[in-house]
Nanobody, 128 residues
């Protein structure tokens, strides 16, 4: 059974940093993983994806230059380093993964509706 477990969320002031982690179990390798977020009352959006174990990364315009996605294949963990956080980054953050996705299906924009594996989410709150 595949499980994804996020950690690292919390409350920070604007300009601060957080590092989210997503630890996977139940499969040996995912070729596409991503971080998605859903602010209160808004739709879910993909903010960063990583393909091929780190060969390719993609970012939404709203986080480009501030967020970095990475993957440690030996630990089966995907990270999201978030710097220069803004109040508009406040959301529930979810990680998602797939094991047989084509490269084109891992680039943004994505809503993640067809990703088979999801974590339970971790809250990020940024105050001004």
């Amino acid at each position: 059974q595949v499980q994804l477990m996020e950690s690292g969320g919390g409350s920070v002031q604007a300009g601060g940093s957080l590092r989210l982690s997503c630890a996977a179990s139940g499969y040996t390798y995912n070729n596409c993983a991503g971080w998605f977020r859903q602010p209160p009352g808004k739709e879910r959006e993909g903010v960063a994806t990583i393909y091929g174990g780190g060969d390719f990364t993609y970012y939404s315009d709203s986080v480009k230059g501030r967020f970095t996605i990475s993957q440690d294949n030996t630990k089966k963990t995907v990270y999201l380093q978030m710097n220069s956080l803004k109040p508009e980054d406040t959301a529930m953050y979810f990680c998602a993964a797939d094991v047989g996705r084509l490269h084109g299906g891992c680039s943004l924009p994505l809503t993640g509706v067809d990703f088979p594996y999801w974590g339970q989410g971790t809250q990020v709150t940024v105050s001004s």
